[in-house]
């Protein structure tokens, strides 16, 4: 086992990816995969060469360095069995962001391998003084068939159209929360999302599905930043949503409100 450790960002260093800020969002990205082998030290080599930032190892536990979200990490994973990894990126622009999601997913197909139960996580945000209309940017996400389109995943990345599609908007917020951190998409501040609706077997060969997928999250994000009274496309996909609510019968409640139960919570 790789003793847990931080590999500190040589001086003078030119790295290949510049942490920046050049616009007033803010980006991560998590990849979840199995290590093939022993390739733990490579994979730490290519690393080192794709980034300017510190590097965390640490395959026993999460990192608890209070930089961690500055630094790429290579790090335990508790969703996954005795092999699995996940690798996050610091905090960084959108370039940087492209450039993390091509470079490590090469390095997960040269030493790593994915199955149905490995995710890619996005996070997008903003400043917390912005505040995102966060019921909205889940109706334009299902219409624009972003949380499907990657097909069923496993038991923690549920898609929060099941309950959307049940219950009223206040029923359905006191669910989510009551569940925890179990959907595809999750709120983590008041303009911070986290996308888990990416992944399965092999997803790290799908850069182009990816980087596509991106710039709709975006887009819809930064819409659901604005008076969504001004969105008229919003108002029709409201409208709509409205109509299968009315047409949702009780038995389908039931029937969800009966699964739901037997999924634990994640509250961390």
């Not at 996954?80 to 959108?94: A, D, Q, R």
């Not at 898609?159 to 999750?186: A, F, H, Q, T, V």
């Not at 986290?194 to 819409?223: C, M, N, P």
Request: aromatic share 10%; hydrophobic share 35%; proline share 3%.
């Amino acid at each position: 086992m790789i003793p847990s450790r931080r590999i500190v960002c040589k001086e003078k260093k030119s790295p290949r990816a510049i942490i920046s800020f050049p616009d007033n969002l803010r980006f991560g990205c998590e990849f979840e995969f199995y290590i093939s082998g022993n390739n733990t030290k490579e994979i730490i080599e290519e690393l080192e060469s794709i980034t300017g930032s510190d590097i965390l190892i640490n395959l026993n536990e999460i990192p608890i360095e209070k930089d961690s979200y500055n630094c790429l990490c290579l790090k335990y994973d508790s969703s996954l069995t005795e092999s699995g990894v996940e690798i996050s990126t610091p905090i960084c622009s959108y370039d940087t962001l492209r450039y993390y999601i091509g470079h490590i997913s090469w390095i997960i197909e040269e030493y790593g391998t994915t199955n149905e139960d490995t995710g890619f996580h996005i996070h997008i945000s903003m400043e917390d003084k912005e505040n995102m209309d966060f019921y909205a940017l889940l109706l334009l996400f299902d219409n624009a068939n972003l949380l499907d389109s990657w097909g069923e995943r496993n038991g923690y990345s549920l898609n929060p159209m099941e309950i959307l599609n049940c219950l009223n908007e206040e029923e359905s917020k006191k669910l989510k929360d009551k569940k925890g951190r179990i959907w595809s998409i999750e709120r983590r501040g008041n303009a911070h999302i986290e996308i888990r609706t990416i992944g399965g077997v092999a997803y790290h060969k799908e850069t182009s599905k990816i980087y596509k997928e991106l710039d709709l999250f975006i887009k819809i994000f930064q819409e659901s930043l604005e008076d969504m009274k001004l969105n008229s496309h919003y108002e029709i996909v409201l409208e709509n949503h409205f109509k299968i609510l009315n047409n949702t019968n009780n038995k389908k409640i039931e029937r969800f409100q009966d699964f739901i139960s037997t999924i634990n919570p994640i509250v961390n």
